[in-house]
């Protein structure tokens, strides 16, 4: 097993782990059921990382996109939860995966390689809000824009409904504006308390719009909106 770089880890024993990410730790075979075939982790991407059931049904939600979409770009990839479930379902002829933060991007390559998928996936190191204008314009037309952006940490859980429009450090307008600039397709992550009035304002009049709660053992994890063309079952 190849060493992980400077500030990525892979957590063997509990007495190794911090004490803030350790919950996350021992939920690790949910979030990655081949943790123990060397899953790369900074200590910062636990908070963030779809667990692996939800990775694969929001893949399949997402799958759900017009036929004409077959590009699936995922702007805020982290250690490659929802990349690696968008790679191993076969749908997209093309996936892009956007990280800004070299050492997480490094973990999702090696992710992606533990899953025998990361040849499938194209990798950019930059901010997505400089990315997609700049490099993914043209391929944003045929592509379905995800977004499982940070949502300002675990507090968010303090709140009953999370304002979100004041996430951090990007707030749902900042995101709307940016990936509607280059898609009609678009899926957000959001904390499952997210206040859906806030949502709503980005349909299109006459429109219904999508949000579905993905849920393990019986309760909610978070949830995703849909906002264009998506077929769920
Ligand atoms: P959680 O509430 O922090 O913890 O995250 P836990 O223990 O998984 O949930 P609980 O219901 O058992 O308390 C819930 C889920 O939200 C995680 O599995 C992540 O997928 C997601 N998540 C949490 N945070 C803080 C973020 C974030 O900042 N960004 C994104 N995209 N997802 C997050």
């Known amino acids: 097993m190849t060493d992980p770089p400077e500030g990525v880890h892979h957590y063997d024993t509990a007495d190794e782990v911090p004490f803030e990410i350790s919950k996350y730790w021992h939920q690790r075979y949910e979030i990655f059921s081949k943790y123990d075939e060397g899953i790369w982790m900074t200590d910062d991407a636990w908070f963030g990382v779809t667990p692996e059931p939800v990775a694969t049904r929001i893949a399949q939600d997402v799958a759900s996109a017009p036929e004409s979409k077959s590009i699936l770009i995922d702007a805020f990839a982290g250690a490659g939860g929802n990349t690696i479930a968008f790679a191993l379902s076969g749908r997209w002829k093309q996936i892009f995966a956007i990280e800004k933060d070299p050492k ?16 499938k996936i194209w990798w950019i190191e930059g901010d997505a809000f400089t990315v997609l204008p700049k490099r993914l314009k043209q391929s944003g037309k045929n592509a379905v824009v995800f977004g499982s952006p940070p949502w300002g940490g675990p507090t968010y859980t303090d709140f009953e409904v999370f304002d979100l429009g004041a996430m951090q450090p990007y707030s749902l307008p900042q995101l709307h504006t940016a990936f509607s600039a280059i898609s009609s397709d678009i899926v957000l992550y959001l904390p499952r308390t997210s206040d859906l009035q806030q949502l ?5 009049q006459g ?8 849920c393990m053992r019986g309760a909610s994890k978070a949830l995703c909106v849909f906002l264009g063309r998506f077929i769920i079952e």
Do not use: I
């Open 200 to 204: 709503v304002k980005h349909a299109k």
């Open 104 to 119: 997480v991007l490094a973990c999702a390559k090696h992710n992606a390689e533990v899953y025998g998928v990361a040849k």
């Open 207 to 214: 429109e219904k719009l999508r949000v579905t709660h993905y």
